[in-house]
């Protein structure tokens, strides 16, 4: 089955960026939409932007401006470069794909271990 792995977290102060980066591996057939999703404790986990296959993107009206989703579909890898960051961007920050892993299989939604984000004030 496929799985997902995120890299690029960690701490950071207030007004400056990370790079998320969410690869997918093992067997994959296609990869539908990816995207970002984050939360804190005590809280849903909530959209942050997601991509489709041909590059449409979504993004939580939160971080519009100031984040960019992007993937590369030859090397099954999505991006969140997040910019101008502020202490309530502070979040476990989880990809999300969609992925059939073989002609025969069904679709199925895939997630990431997280990465942590912390952002210091």
């Known amino acids: 089955q496929a799985q997902l792995v995120e890299s690029g977290g960690g701490l950071v102060q207030a007004g400056g960026s990370l790079r998320l980066s969410c690869a997918a591996s093992?067997?994959?057939?296609?990869?539908?939409?990816m995207g970002w999703y984050r939360q804190v404790p005590g809280k849903e986990r909530e959209l942050v932007a997601t991509?489709?296959?041909?590059?449409?993107?979504n993004y939580a009206d939160s971080v519009k401006g100031r984040f960019t989703i992007s993937r590369d579909n030859a090397k099954n890898t999505v991006y969140l470069q997040m910019n101008s960051l502020a202490p309530e961007d502070t979040a476990v920050y989880y990809c999300?794909?969609?992925?059939?892993?073989?002609?025969?299989?069904?679709?199925?939604?895939?997630w990431g271990q997280g990465t942590q984000v912390t952002v210091s004030s």
């Open positions: 991509v489709t296959p041909s590059g449409t993107t």
């Open positions: 093992g067997s994959i057939f296609v990869i539908y939409n």
């Open positions: 999300n794909a969609g992925i059939r892993s073989s002609l025969w299989s069904s679709y199925r939604d895939c």
